[in-house]
């Protein structure tokens, strides 16, 4: 395991070097020998095509209220910079990623994109933001790996992001939909692109919220995820 994930080790670290190896796999387009069953399912050929991911990813800037100048860490951002508008938000951008080709991808590229606004992707995990100072963003984005953690890793990130967010900030993050028709295949694919996913009840998400002091002001429901904006 590489050492930038050992030298913080703790009880998570297995969990997340797992979505890393999947991430790092599919970023380096390699192939996943998957069973027959699972490559005929319909799912899995959009995830092939690649038109799966555009279908379930949040609009996360439909709930952010992006306003000029202002600091956004984007947890999990992948590639981001280089395919959403963050130009056009005209919003200062600081990624955090796990998977290591897709930090490496976007720390190359973003800063020929536009050198003024990207500020660059550290490599770690979104419960370890201790690159960031109190108070110091206007708005964190979370989407797409909340689904691979139980509660009590989401606990510990919703105290991490709520330390660096400033006084009113908004933290956008979405969890999987456990009813929605789409989720138990999505699971299955997951599962055999190696790692679990949990199905944790929404009511439960708005509890922990709720019990860590802060507010959910708004919501949208997806195809997979339910998306929410929450403020302290």
């Known amino acids: 395991m590489n050492k930038s994930f050992t030298s913080q080790a703790d009880e998570w670290t297995e969990a997340i070097a797992q979505v890393q190896k999947r991430y790092d796999r599919e970023y380096r387009n390699e192939a996943f020998d998957l069973p027959a ?13 690649h038109s ?17 100048n202002q600091r956004c860490l984007d947890i999990g951002c992948g590639v981001s910079f280089l395919i959403y508008p963050w130009r056009d938000w005209e919003v ?10 897709a930090k490496d991808a976007l ?31 206007d708005r964190v984005i979370a989407t ?3 689904c691979y953690y139980p509660l009590d890793y989401l606990k510990i990130f919703f105290r991490e992001a709520k330390r660096v967010l400033k006084p009113n900030g908004i933290l956008i993050f979405d969890v999987i939909s ?5 989720a138990e295949n999505w699971a299955i694919l997951e599962m055999y692109l190696g790692v679990e996913v949990f199905f944790t009840p929404l009511a439960e998400i708005t509890e922990l ?11 949208k429901d997806g195809s997979l995820f339910r998306m929410y904006r929450v403020q302290w």
């Open 92 to 101: 200062y951008f600081y990624g955090q990623e796990i998977s290591f080709v």
């Open 37 to 49: 069953e699972v490559e005929s399912m319909p799912l899995f050929r959009e995830w092939v095509s």
């Open 178 to 182: 456990p009813d929605l028709e789409l």
């Open 209 to 219: 919220i709720q019990s860590m002091g802060g507010k959910v002001t708004a919501q």
């Open 144 to 146: 797409g790996f909340s």
């Open 52 to 68: 799966l991911s555009s279908k379930i990813a949040s609009p996360f800037w439909e709930l952010a209220q992006f306003q000029k």
């Open 107 to 137: 720390n190359s590229r973003g800063s020929q994109l536009n050198s003024k606004l990207f500020k660059g992707v550290q490599l770690g995990s979104a419960h370890q933001l201790n690159s960031y100072e109190n108070g110091f963003f």
